[in-house]
């Protein structure tokens, strides 16, 4: 199709004016971080730090257990995304594979899980957690956020088990190997890039989580990044802006070089069902 | 996210290809097992918990039992004026986030869709409000919003368009500004959702069309969007639902306020079980959240199927 070159023109400015838009508010964010205390009082905000400086990253790490928090939400998120994984891949596999009403109802709770507001589930099971004595602890929050992302991590799975053709099983099934012979060895290497990529969204998803680490973690020590970044705005909402800006940054980083890489894959794997058939 | 490909199949009513109709063999309940037992346990359990809750006096650090009150809760809600506000603030953000966006994200996604120089960027960009947390999406806009430092106020001043204002804190202008930071959160996702649709649709109607020379708007009108429609009619369904229960991006922003301007009923609900440990009550909110917005979900997609059958696909 060819298009004429005013309508090129607009084209190109509209896109610039969406990139504006897009890209503006994180430049900000790390324009902000690397800036002295001096310039952050400035009535005169500039675009590009005149001193750029470390303080706000240094006096970040004073001021709140920084480290501690991201090693936390390592743990639990690394944890969750292993774990709903593991169980996600043999149930998948069961959807995608066979036609019950066990993998329709499984579907429907996909569906379902989805429009509940997590205030409905997040009650009970802060009194569930509260009664095995899991509340302030990173385990209960990895027991959350496993089933939290059993969802689309079953959806995701399922268009890559689909993406298998059934030949190769029923092949090795004909040279006499067992299903589990056949899951092991023939299937599983091939979703192994599947199972990856699921994996990494899910840990960026428990990563990025607030909502359940804000009710279930109540001391500093435990809680995870999200939670421990909201302590730089005080109770008045007044907030350090430097160092409230270098942690936000910072936080950031690990989520969105994991996207980076796997971004092509997670929409792929979303839509694999979505705009064929 | 997950959601779009289920929708889609069971409104196109669409069989699958694959997978037999056989009902696995007993050796299959030892793959399903691990799963099926997290997920009846800790979410299917604790639904139906709490949705029991609802028709109870359940309140946090009490020891007197929990006492079974039928549909109190519900006629208390009926009068509670504070939830009903809360509940339209909460249509009012979940409209005016899903509407923009969903108009903004189908204009970038025709353009990415096209051969133009800068795509790659566009979408390496795409990803950055994507893949950050929320909180962090609440402290850059705080950072961007802010009265003296922020980068907003500081164009207006330059642009000679006045002193620029506390936007967070104002009572009239805190939700639009939330409803801005809202909508550039979740574009980048419909973006690419919408995209995807249109790179299935076929190349060759594009021409047939351009060449019995129909002009851009037509084709939009013919081809792109009948074959667009159904990506487009999930994701907007499923947007209005994530927008209408979100918490954390409004939490960090402006927690609810100024004056409960922007409290939505997640954080409504969030500070009467987490905060006055009413936790039936809170409970009762979440189901009446789920009822209401079920009702207008079905009324919307049922509509949307109708007009569907009574013509406008050329």
Redesign the interface.
């Known amino acids: ?1 060819r ?1 004429s070159t005013t ?1 090129r023109t607009g ?2 400015a ?3 004016a ?2 504006a ?6 430049l ?2 790390v324009s ?1 971080a690397f800036k002295s205390p001096r310039e ?6 500039t ?1 590009i730090p005149r001193d750029p400086t470390l303080d706000n990253f240094r006096q970040a790490f004073d001021e709140q257990p920084l480290l501690r928090a991201a090693g936390n939400s390592l743990l639990a998120a690394s944890a969750a995304a292993v774990i709903a994984v ?3 891949t ?2 998948a ?2 959807m ?5 009403r ?1 993998a329709k109802a ?2 429907g ?3 379902v ?13 802060f ?2 957690l509260k009664n095995l004595r899991l509340i302030n602890s990173l385990a209960g929050l990895v ?2 956020y ?2 939290w992302a ?3 991590a ?3 799975l399922v ?1 890559y088990v ?1 993406a298998v053709p ?1 030949e190769l099983e029923e092949a090795a099934a004909v040279d006499g190997a067992g ?2 012979r056949t899951l092991v060895s023939v299937t599983a290497p091939l979703l192994a890039p599947g199972i990856v990529a699921t994996a990494l969204f899910a840990f ?1 998803t428990a ?5 359940f680490a ?2 279930l973690l109540k001391t500093s020590d435990k809680q995870t ?2 939670v421990v ?2 302590h ?2 005080g109770a008045e ?1 007044v ?1 350090d ?1 430097g160092p ?2 270098a942690a ?1 940054f910072l ?2 980083l690990p ?2 070089i ?3 890489i796997i ?1 092509r894959r997670v ?1 792929g794997g ?8 | 996210m997950t959601l779009v490909t289920a929708t889609e199949r069971s409104a196109q009513g669409v069989p699958r290809a694959e997978g037999d109709r056989r009902p696995p063999d007993r050796g299959a309940w030892f793959l399903v097992l691990p799963a099926l037992i997290p997920i009846l346990v800790l979410s299917v359990g604790p639904l139906l918990y709490g949705i029991l809750l609802a028709f109870t006096d359940a309140q946090s650090g009490r020891t007197r039992a929990t006492q079974w009150i039928g549909g109190l809760n519900f006629q208390d809600l009926l009068h509670d004026t504070l939830f009903w506000e809360s509940f339209r603030i909460g249509l009012v953000w979940a409209v005016g986030v899903t509407v923009p966006q969903f108009l903004l994200a189908l204009g970038l996604a025709l353009l990415l869709d096209q051969d133009l120089r800068l795509r790659w960027l566009a979408r390496a960009l795409a990803i950055i409000p994507w893949a950050m947390p929320e909180v962090v999406v609440g402290v850059i806009w705080r950072l961007v919003y802010n009265p003296d430092a922020g980068v907003l106020n500081e164009t207006l001043r330059n642009l000679g368009l006045g002193d620029g204002r506390d936007w967070l804190s104002g009572l009239s202008t805190a939700l639009p500004a939330v409803i801005v930071v809202g909508v550039w959160a979740g574009m980048p996702q419909t973006t690419v959702t919408l995209l995807a649709g249109l790179q299935n649709t076929p190349r060759e109607l594009h021409e047939a069309a351009a060449m019995d020379g129909a002009g851009a708007w037509r084709r939009f009108r013919t081809v792109t969007w009948p074959a667009l429609r159904p990506v487009a009619l999930a994701i907007t369904a499923l947007n209005f639902i994530w927008n209408f229960n979100s918490f954390a991006l409004v939490y960090v922003l402006t927690s609810g306020g100024p004056g409960g301007r922007t409290r939505l009923p997640m954080l409504f609900a969030y500070e009467e079980a987490f905060r006055y440990g009413q936790f039936g009550y809170a409970a009762a909110m979440g189901l009446v959240m789920v009822a209401v917005i079920s009702l207008l979900l079905a009324l919307f997609l049922v509509g949307r199927l109708k007009d569907r059958t009574g013509g406008d696909q050329a």
């Open positions: 199709m298009t309508g084209q190109y509209a896109l610039l969406y990139l838009f897009l890209a503006f508010p994180f900000w964010l902000t952050l009082g400035s009535l005169h905000p675009w593991l169980i996600a043999p149930l596999y069961v995608a594979r066979h036609r019950t066990l499984a579907t709770w996909v569906v899980s989805q429009a509940f507001p997590l205030v409905l589930v997040i009650i009970p099971l009194l569930v027991l959350v496993v089933v059993l969802p689309f079953l959806w995701m268009g689909r059934t299903r589990l960026i990563w990025n989580e607030f909502f804000l009710v990044l999200p970044l909201t730089f705005i909402g907030a802006l409230l800006a936000a936080a950031t989520s969105l994991i996207f980076a971004q929409t979303m839509l694999a069902g979505a705009v064929k058939s």
